[in-house]
């Protein structure tokens, strides 16, 4: 079992959509929680980051983390063709900042 | 302030060879970590240097290592390449090694290395 899984795709969408990407892991030490989005031949960006369970929103994007069930998620409302990239989740246990990544996720939103 | 840069963008070797590969840290940051990212995959840690000393390796062979300079600048040597070291190379710094708040890691773009 990998210690970060994450809901394969590819994933398209009409513009304007509500979408819902996910992971899920194994390591009850990670604490610190990451996305990262993720163009075509471009390193990773960071999109979101989280501290332990909770809620965290900027702009059209939320991040939830709930660590009782091992499991986030990333909310992107009203999609726009140009949030159409891999998107990553990554988490680390702060014990250093080795990230583990998930195998990403492409997202196409269509116009 | 400058981000993360890497050199080169591409690189093509044969199987056996050696190769070297740079990265500058973002201005300030004293951590670099490199990650290998092969097709369609996540990345996966290699190692990661604070203030010039490998702070943690991730599970790769030791033909795989590195070198971090005074000035934060970092290079990922890999020998005797093997068809399977074909991927993206990312470099990544940040202000410190434990990942907390305010430790983010900033991802340079990466070279991308074909092993024929």
Same mark, same amino acid.
């Given at each position: 079992q990998k210690e970060v899984e994450q809901d394969p795709g590819p994933l398209s969408v009409p513009?304007?959509?509500?979408?819902?990407?996910?992971?899920?892991?194994?390591n009850s030490a990670f604490q610190y929680f990451m996305w990262y989005r993720q163009y075509s031949r471009k390193g990773p960006e960071l999109l979101m980051y989280t501290y332990s369970s909770g809620n965290k929103e900027d702009g059209r994007f939320t991040a939830q983390v709930d660590k009782?069930?091992?499991y986030i998620s990333l909310f992107i409302r009203d999609s726009q063709p140009s949030d159409s990239a891999t998107y990553l989740c990554a988490m680390t246990t702060g014990a250093n900042s080795k990230l583990t990544f998930g195998k990403g996720i492409t997202l196409s939103v269509r116009p | 302030e400058?981000?993360?840069?890497?050199?080169?963008?591409?690189?093509?070797?044969?199987?056996?060879q050696q190769v070297t590969l740079r990265c500058s840290s973002q201005s300030g940051h004293n951590t670099v970590s490199w990650?290998?990212?092969?097709?369609g995959q996540g990345p996966q840690f290699i190692f990661q240097y604070y203030r010039e000393e490998e702070n943690g390796r991730g599970n790769f062979p030791p033909r795989f290592s590195g070198l971090q300079f005074p000035n934060y600048s970092s290079e $990922?040597?890999?020998n005797a390449l093997e068809l399977d070291d074909s991927a993206l190379y990312l470099c990544a710094s940040s202000l410190g090694a434990s990942g907390g708040v305010g430790e983010t890691q900033y991802f340079g773009p990466g070279t991308r290395l074909?092993? $024929?």
């Open positions: 513009e304007g959509a509500i979408v819902s990407l996910n992971c899920t892991y194994s009782s069930s091992k | 400058t981000g993360v840069t890497q050199s080169p963008t591409h690189l093509i070797k044969t199987r056996g990650y290998q990212q092969a097709l $990922l040597n890999v074909l092993v $024929l």
